[in-house]
C-alpha cells in the first residue's frame, strides 16, 4: 500500500487549495478514504473522509462549508479541496487508508496559510 | 464530538520500565479506541485497534486494554526506539477526535 500526498503550498489567506493523495497497492474504490492533519508542533486533528464510492462525505466542524472531499475511483486519487483558509489550517495533512482504524497513511503535504 | 482526555501528557522513564498511559472517552465508546504512535518527522503508525486488538508486526510488548470510556496503553518494557508520541483515537462516532498526545522520552 502507498499514498502520496502532494498539492501543498504557502497560500494567503482566504485562498483556495486543492490537495491530491495518490493511492496504489489496494484496491482503491473499495475503501473508505480519510484526511487527518497536523499543526505545527499541535496533535493530530480528524479532518474528513468519504465512503469507498463517494456517496457518503464528513467533515470536522472546524472545516465544515469551507473544505470539500472527493475522489476518482478510475484514477485512484483521493482529494481536498480547501477553501477560504484560514492561519490556522497551516499543519501537515495526510491521507488514511479506512475509516478509522488507518493501518496506512501517506507521508503527508504541508499546507501553509500566511500572508 | 467526543472528547478524548489523554494522560500524561509528557512521560519520562527508563529503559526496561513499565509504561502506561490512559485515555478518558467523554461518553461511551465501547471498543472503538485506536493507539497510535508518532516519531518526528513521521506519520503516526498504528499499534492497536478495538481497545486491545495488537496490529500485525507490532512488539508484544505494546498492549491495551479497557472499554467504555476508560482505556489504557502499556508498554512493558521500555525500549529506545518507543520514543516517541503515542496518540489515542475514538471511532465510535466521526469526527474520529484523537488524545493530546502523550511525548514519552527515555531518562
Known amino acids: 500500500v502507498q499514498l502520496l500526498e502532494s498539492g501543498g503550498d504557502l497560500i494567503h489567506p482566504g485562498g483556495s487549495l486543492r490537495l491530491s493523495c495518490a493511492a496504489s497497492?489496494?484496491?482503491?474504490?473499495?475503501?473508505?478514504m480519510s484526511w487527518v492533519r497536523q499543526a505545527p508542533g499541535k496533535g493530530l486533528e480528524w479532518v474528513s473522509a468519504i465512503s469507498n464510492d463517494a456517496y457518503n462525505t464528513y467533515y470536522a466542524n472546524s472545516v465544515k462549508g469551507r473544505f470539500t472531499i472527493s475522489r476518482d475511483n478510475s484514477e485512484n486519487t483521493l482529494f481536498l479541496q480547501m477553501n477560504t483558509l484560514r492561519a490556522d489550517d497551516t499543519a501537515i495533512y495526510y491521507c488514511?487508508?479506512?475509516?478509522?482504524?488507518?493501518?496506512?497513511w501517506g507521508q503527508g503535504t504541508l499546507v501553509t496559510v500566511s500572508s | 464530538d467526543i472528547q478524548m482526555t489523554q494522560s500524561p501528557s509528557s512521560l519520562s522513564a527508563f529503559v526496561g520500565d513499565r509504561v502506561t498511559i490512559t485515555c478518558q472517552a467523554s461518553q461511551d465508546i465501547s471498543k472503538y479506541l485506536n493507539w497510535y504512535q508518532q516519531k518526528p518527522g513521521k506519520a503516526p503508525k498504528l499499534l492497536i485497534y478495538d481497545a486491545s486488538k495488537l496490529e500485525t508486526g507490532v512488539p508484544s510488548r505494546f498492549s491495551g486494554s479497557g472499554s467504555g470510556t476508560h482505556f489504557t496503553f502499556t508498554i512493558s518494557s521500555l525500549q529506545p526506539e518507543d520514543i516517541a508520541t503515542y496518540y489515542c483515537q475514538q471511532y465510535d462516532n466521526l469526527p474520529g477526535t484523537f488524545g493530546q498526545g502523550t511525548k514519552l522520552n527515555i531518562k
Open positions: 488514511a487508508k479506512d475509516l478509522s482504524p488507518s493501518a496506512y
Open positions: 497497492g489496494f484496491t482503491f474504490g473499495s475503501y473508505a
